[in-house]
């Protein structure tokens, strides 16, 4: 199985502040990975998909990068409604595997 | 409008049996990679299992042998038959859709909004 491990697992960040978020995996996944957004009592949104797509109606402050076994998400400038939790999932092979999901807090 | 609706959760005793059901709409389930997700309580996700257009299936290796993912097309609707169950299936269950990128998955676009189940005596 592939073990996905984000890191920091959480941060306090300002409004405004550029906030980035990795993702390592235990293996090469090439460009399958996805980010998604989970507020508290809700289910999580998709972000970006294949490592670096943009998912219809998700603002452009969100990007992703990289490829094989370290990959990224990037918040340019953060808002007040980007406090969450984030988390990668891998879909490179089944079974598939998230993160242990990165909680972004308010500084 | 594209709209998954899970069911079917509940209090069910260790060794007890649940079918959880995601009703969808707006969409075809049979078309697209369809998976169920969990998130225990204060825990991250983890994925379940998944069913592809052609029905080939897939399994964590946690529920392998006790969950079976299906679906019935006539009604669009995604199920998972969950048997034996245990404490540590207590989770908040998600259907979503996957509709695939290039030939393989994609990511998961559309979520349900859950359905609980409680594993307990």
């Known amino acids: 199985d592939i073990q996905m491990t984000q890191s920091p697992s959480s941060l306090s960040a300002s409004v405004g502040d550029r906030v980035t978020i990795t993702c390592r995996a235990s293996?090469?996944?090439?460009?399958?990975l996805n980010w998604y957004q989970q507020k508290p009592g809700k289910a999580p949104k998709l972000l970006i998909y294949?490592?670096?797509n943009l998912q219809s109606g998700v603002p452009s402050r969100f990007s992703g990068s990289g490829s094989g076994t370290d990959l990224t998400l990037t918040i340019s400038s953060l808002q007040p409604e980007d406090f969450a939790t984030y988390y990668c999932?891998?879909?490179?092979?089944?079974?598939?595997?998230f993160g242990q999901g990165t909680k972004v807090e308010i500084k | 409008e594209v709209q998954l609706v899970e069911s079917g959760g509940g209090l069910i005793q260790p060794g007890g049996s649940l079918r959880l059901s995601c009703a969808a709409s707006?969409?075809?389930?049979?078309?697209?990679?369809m998976s169920w997700v969990r998130q225990a309580p204060g825990k991250g996700l983890e994925w379940v299992s998944v069913i592809y257009s052609g029905g080939t299936t897939y399994y964590a290796d946690s529920v392998k042998g006790r969950f079976t993912i299906s679906r019935d097309n006539s009604k669009n609707t995604l199920f998972l038959q969950m048997n034996s169950l245990r404490a540590e299936d207590t989770a908040v269950y998600y259907c979503?859709?996957?509709?695939?990128?290039?030939f393989g998955y994609g990511g998961m676009d559309v979520w349900g909004q859950g359905t609980t189940v409680t594993v307990s005596s």
């Open positions: 293996r090469s996944i090439s460009s399958n």
């Open positions: 294949a490592a670096s």
């Open positions: 707006g969409f075809t389930v049979s078309s697209n990679y």
């Open positions: 999932q891998q879909s490179s092979n089944t079974p598939l595997t």
């Open positions: 979503a859709r996957d509709p695939g990128y290039r």
